[in-house]
């Protein structure tokens, strides 16, 4: 089954703990990327990846780092968590990096600061 | 800078009765929308997507959506409303390198 999955679904961690947020897509997609949904405003992006060993900033990017060693893999990584990143975190992919390009969406992880 | 607005947080509808979401954006060239549901504890659906041509657009689970240009609008629709429609639904333009901007959501209540 296509899919893109994350891990953990839900974690509670606290100030200061590193962290990492794992996603894989098992089709072989070329582009992915990392949104944090905030009520009140929607999704917004934090990384993407093109391609491997390729990655960009989107509009959220502060405290985040992100990897694409390879095709399948997108890890989210938060170095120094902070209560101002407690949020639902999605990953999505999409064969190609354009527009007509449908994108697959992770469950979501639910990550609380504290 | 592109922007999608969505003016009703929470809409609350009657099982059968029909639908409408309103979805604003703010590009400058032509759109590509979306509107995407999301299920509790689900990742986003897409249901429906516009690019050129036909302003009228059909989507999965009955629902349909219109693009006006002069209103800059993509509203959602659908004529006849089931319990299991009860989820948050978001409106989003593509920004460029398959960035999607979404709006902020409606969350749809259904009384039975």
């Known amino acids: 089954e296509a899919q893109v999955t994350q891990n953990p679904r839900y974690l509670i961690t606290v100030t200061g703990k590193k962290l990492t947020v794992t996603c894989s897509q098992n089709?072989?997609?070329?582009?992915m990327s990392w949104y944090r949904q905030d009520p009140g405003l929607g999704l917004r992006q934090i990384y993407y990846s093109m391609n491997v060993e390729v990655t960009d900033k989107g509009d959220v990017p502060e405290g985040y780092k992100v990897s694409r060693k390879e095709k399948r893999n997108f890890p989210l990584i938060l170095e120094s968590p902070s209560p101002n990143q407690t949020s639902l975190y999605f990953c999505a992919s999409s064969l190609l990096a354009g527009a007509h390009q449908p994108q697959h969406f992770g469950d979501g992880t639910r990550l609380s600061i504290l | 800078a592109q922007s999608v607005t969505q003016p009703d947080i929470h809409i609350t509808v009657s099982e059968g009765a029909s639908l409408e979401l309103r979805c604003n954006y703010s590009?400058?060239?032509?759109?590509?929308l979306f509107w995407y549901v999301q299920s509790p504890g689900q990742g986003l659906q897409l249901l429906l997507k516009y690019f050129s041509g036909d302003t009228l657009v059909q989507g999965i689970k009955g629902f349909e959506a219109e693009f006006k240009r002069s209103q800059s609008s993509f509203n959602l629709r659908k004529p006849s409303v089931h319990w299991s429609d009860a989820a948050e639904y978001f409106c989003a333009v593509d920004g460029g390198y398959n960035k999607l901007i979404f709006g902020a959501g409606t969350r749809l209540a259904v009384h039975p």
């Open positions: 089709m072989n997609h070329e582009y």
């Open positions: 590009y400058g060239a032509t759109p590509y």
